[in-house]
């Protein structure tokens, strides 16, 4: 593939924030020779499992294959995530950019978050004379978040004005963070503060509805602004407050530094963009009417479209759903997923899955065959599979994947600047694989494409626990027919082969013969060479009898150290030439040398025409005293003989 491959760590991808700076990147990767691989989690959940399935995407690039790359570690909830990303770029000592969060080795396009903080405290205290404050924080572990959070109690300090540790709420950017702040004020004892200044505008949009809910004014009752501008003016009754920043021109930067670095073009190791505060409607301020009439039309348009668009393919997900869950084999299920990729139409997708999918019992697997050693089932394996690969409108076939090379090389047009994202597939901690999207109808950048992740990993599950139960049954049921120690029929199996054949040979008066066999001199065996050798005794006349009955006999393990050998329209001749067999196939065991002992058995058999009524065991009788007489004379010819 032509030009430099970068790898993109992001978190959410249905937020303004993370949309605006994709999109900048996305305008301008073709420009700077540049293709993107995008490795992108969901993992605003509290459940830890589902976390650890999110986060494992960020393990699947080998950065060493990287030419460069670019960061997002302040939409991470995890430092331990960012710190063991960041540890591995820099020993693949590739170039990176780390968009807001100041990394000091790092490239860095950013914003002055104190400066713009400042100016919107010193705003609502100087303008609006607000003396009692509320604020509703980041993470405390993020950067940004600290920095405007200490630019918000610096102002307020140089300006006596008390607050409360009460009245600073931290969230995690996120809009139940809203909310939940609301609701915490409200619990205090003093009751709501008279302005409340959110870290970003995703909390405070939310924030605004909570109070609007609780018949709460914004601005009449209280005052409320955010951070970041990524809200449109007429998407809420009040315009909101906040910071206009380029995070569009944040992405583009970011593209072009790396452009930079690789054609060796001196540049400055940090890049602060101008932002500037937008005081409006929430805060107090007044707003345009007239702006606002004309506003309004564009905004109903664009979420007619948005409505509709969400409609379709919330539709079109709702059937695949219940498509997806009604499969009751893998081949369907491809079947299904296939019919879904043409319907949203992709210039690229590949669905990739682990080669230890199905690793929960030790038997051939439907997908690739062979067995599987279980091993973790929590990391992508070296090697995947691509049941799916749809490039330019075609299925092409793919069998495997190597995890480095992560897409499959039919990719390979030679054209620059695309942007593939990668998503992560995976229940709880348990990683089935990922899927690779490039320039899709899939609305990446709603919420409900993260309802479609969860959808697809869900029906993975469903299908990887059909399959394993089905395989697990049908585990038992050879258990439940075959006996473990020598591998042949038990008794159980024995039954279950044989009652359609006998019961033919009862109704069309057909000849059956039954042959019962014993392991000579086994306690002898036992008591000289120990009771495995004994075992291995046993487990030879079960592979005299493997090799030897090879025109449709059914045979088992009768108990013990005894046989039983069945066979339809046999004759005298026939059940003679069988016996000669075993004898046969029983001397090349002891010419062979593998055993300290001597294989020695004899048989007996009777030959008759079955009666209604009569069960298949009562010929057992007949022929065990049939054998007896044999073993009789055996042990009289060689007393003879000594």
Not at 216 to 223: L, R, Y
Not at 293 to 319: A, D, H, I, T, V
Not at 380 to 396: K, N, Q, S, W
Not at 473 to 487: C, E, R, V, W
Request: proline share 3%.
């Amino acid at each position: 593939m032509n030009g430099y491959k970068v790898a993109l760590i992001i978190e959410e991808m249905d937020q303004s924030y993370q949309t605006a700076i994709l999109n900048g990147i996305a305008s301008s990767a073709a420009e700077f020779s540049l293709n993107i691989s995008v490795f992108v989690s969901f993992s605003g959940t509290i459940n830890s499992d589902h976390e650890k399935g999110e986060f494992n995407i960020f393990n699947l690039p080998d950065f060493r294959d990287f030419d460069g790359a670019i960061l997002l570690t302040n939409t991470l909830d995890q430092q331990s995530v960012v710190n063991e990303i960041l540890g591995r770029i820099k020993d693949a000592g590739i170039p990176a950019v780390s968009i807001d969060n100041d990394i000091p080795y790092l490239y860095h396009v950013g914003i002055d978050n104190k400066s713009a903080m400042r100016h919107i405290t010193e705003h609502l205290i100087n303008v609006h004379g607000y003396r009692r404050f509320g604020y509703i924080s980041g993470p405390e572990s993020n950067p940004e978040s600290a920095d405007r959070l200490a630019s918000f109690l610096e102002v307020l300090k140089e300006h006596d004005i008390p607050i409360s540790d009460d009245y600073i709420f931290y969230g995690n950017f996120r809009a139940p963070s809203g909310r939940a702040a609301v609701e915490h004020f409200l619990s205090l004892e003093y009751g709501l503060p008279e302005v409340i200044i959110s870290a970003n505008d995703v909390m405070a949009v939310s924030a605004i509805n909570c109070l609007t809910e609780k018949y709460i004014s914004v601005p009449e009752d209280i005052a409320v602004t955010g951070f970041d501008n990524t809200y449109s003016t007429h998407n809420y009754q009040v315009e909101l407050t906040s910071v206009d920043r380029p995070l569009a021109l944040s992405g583009r930067i970011a593209c072009k530094m790396l452009a930079n670095h690789f054609n060796k073009v001196d540049q400055d190791r940090s890049v602060i963009l101008n932002m500037s505060p937008r005081f409006t409607e929430s805060c107090g301020c007044s707003h345009n009417t007239q702006r606002d009439l004309l506003g309004f039309k564009e905004l109903n348009y664009r979420n007619y479209l948005r409505f509709e668009k969400s409609q379709n393919f919330m539709s079109q997900l709702n059937k695949l759903s219940v498509d997806l869950l009604s499969t009751d084999s893998f081949e369907q299920y491809i079947e299904i997923l296939k019919e879904f990729t043409k319907s949203i139409d992709p210039e690229e997708y590949y669905f990739c899955l682990c080669d230890n999918l199905l690793s929960d019992v030790n038997i051939e697997s439907p997908i690739s065959g062979g067995t599987y050693d279980i091993g973790d089932t929590s990391q992508y394996t070296d090697e995947l599979i691509v049941p799916i690969a749809y490039v330019r409108g075609e299925f092409i076939e793919v069998d495997t994947v190597k995890r480095r090379d992560i897409i499959p090389s039919v990719s390979d047009n030679g054209k620059s600047g695309k942007l593939f994202y990668h998503i992560p597939l995976h229940f709880g901690k348990r990683c089935f694989g990922y899927m690779v999207v490039y320039n899709s109808s899939l609305p990446l950048h709603n919420s409900m494409f993260e309802t479609f992740c969860i959808t697809l990993s869900n029906s993975i599950e469903n299908i990887r626990k059909l399959i394993t139960l089905e395989s697990a049954l049908a585990h038992l049921g050879k258990l439940y027919a075959h006996d473990t120690f020598s591998g042949i029929y038990n008794r159980n199996g024995f039954v279950q082969a044989t009652d359609s054949v006998y019961r033919d040979c009862v109704h069309n008066h057909r000849d059956v013969m039954l042959m019962f066999i014993d392991l000579d001199g086994l306690k002898k065996i036992n008591d000289t060479y120990g009771h495995n050798i004994g075992d291995n005794a046993i487990c030879s006349i079960a592979k005299v009898l493997v090799k030897s009955c090879v025109n449709g006999e059914i045979y088992c393990r009768f108990g013990g150290d005894e046989f039983i050998v069945f066979a339809a329209d046999y004759t005298e001749s026939d059940a003679k030439r069988l016996t000669e067999t075993i004898e046969k196939n029983i001397a090349m065991v002891n010419e062979s040398g593998a055993n300290p002992f001597t294989l020695s058995a004899s048989t007996g058999y009777v030959i008759a025409k079955p009666q209604e009524g009569e069960d298949i065991f009562n010929f057992v009788t007949d022929a065990d005293n049939v054998m007896y007489i044999q073993k009789r004379k055996k042990k009289l010819s060689k007393y003879l003989k000594g």
